[in-house]
């Protein structure tokens, strides 16, 4: 479906749906001050650093407090939008801050139009509607936008529209359609190389999917899978030519050993859960970024990676109650736990209750939603659920973050509004359905 398909009323709701989402994401942004950082490290943490180190003709460098030479710690993409920003409105200042969530705000407003995409094609126009109008005045979306100075706005648009392509593809499969498809992808892995665990599962359901020759669609598969490697091809030239290996990114290793080790354990066990991070990282712990700063980085996450190796072999019981803990932290969070951070955002209220009930509240409704789906044997619901599957994969086994769920949250929110769509009587649903359809 393309924007000229749609009529002129979709036009207009749609319009007005992504006015008031970037209406209401710049009010808070500017009304929460959250533009006013007032430390340089808080103005994207390591990528602000590696967009400082870019604009300022230091290179793809230095990722913590203080210079340490070349790095692959993250992908490429989003610290080079920031050092533009840098470059055209200066480092970590006020302006730079504005223009940084500003882009936010649009990227947020707009990945309504692809969950509206995506609602419609699986469930119908009024459930597109419903899902995107939700999305623009959701809570979760609007604080990563104003909130977050990092990849995770950009990449869960890119995602989404990545998602609603997908849907697309089987019956128009084309070598034109494959190459651009293939383009496009390589780009969101080098937003965020996560979405890799996705991509297996997206080849193969593109393969069973399309009704086209079994030749045709083998060469339009071999097209995406090229010209996205070829799109990722000059960051791992640049990391071969600088560390001697071709990695994508080189932080496994101490994503890895942050959750997995006898420190973690011990945090755990005795309450401390909120010193992990300082006894770990080398941002924080002055004693790891000197390790980090002397034996270089592949070297020294090279070594995490043999600690967090030796403390599973050693440990595989607490291996296994760490990870189960992550998932259950990814999807539910701390049940017991407050967490009353605020990030930039000038709030003198209690928000941790309001963060559990956000996380919280979609999550029966989407189970209902994915249920109904597969009840009512809609196929094309695989793509979709698989992203949700798929994409936390690698945070499961290593380590958990708030905002890493985000990128799949509109998609919980679509499933969510369709299961309570669907237990909404047949006669409310009619009468609403000649609503939209007037």
Known sequence: MKFSDIDRKEKKILFLIVLVALGIRLFFMYSLDSYIIENDWDFGYETGRLAKAIATGEGFSSPFLYPTGPTALVPPLYPYLLALIFKLFGVYSTNAAIVTLAVNCLASALTCLPLFFIGRFLFGREVGYIAAA????????IWYAINAIWDTTIFTF???????????????????????????????????????AFYPFLLIWLFLKSPSPLKKKAVCIATICILSYAIMLPWLLRNYAVFGKFTFR?????????ENCQETWDALESGAESNVFVRQHPTINLGEFLLYKSLGEINYMNLCLDKAGTFIRENPEKYLKLTLRRICRFWIGDPLGKNEWAGNLGISFSISGLKKLFLLAPLPFMLIGIFMGIRRKISDISAPVAYILFLPIVYYFTHVAARLRFPVEPVILLF????????????????????FSS
Do not use: C, D, Q
């Open 134 to 141: 939700i999305f623009a005045i959701h809570p979760s979306p």
């Open 250 to 258: 080189s932080n496994f290793g101490l994503e890895l050993r942050l």
């Open 416 to 435: 969510a509004v369709y299961g309570f769509y669907s237990l909404i009587p047949v006669s409310i649903r009619e009468r609403f359905e000649k609503i």
């Open 158 to 196: 890119l995602s989404m529209i990545l998602i609603y392509w997908l849907l697309l593809l089987p019956e128009r499969l084309s070598y034109k359609n494959a190459a651009m498809f293939g383009v496009f992808t390589g780009f969101v892995i080098l937003m965020k190389s996560v979405i890799i």
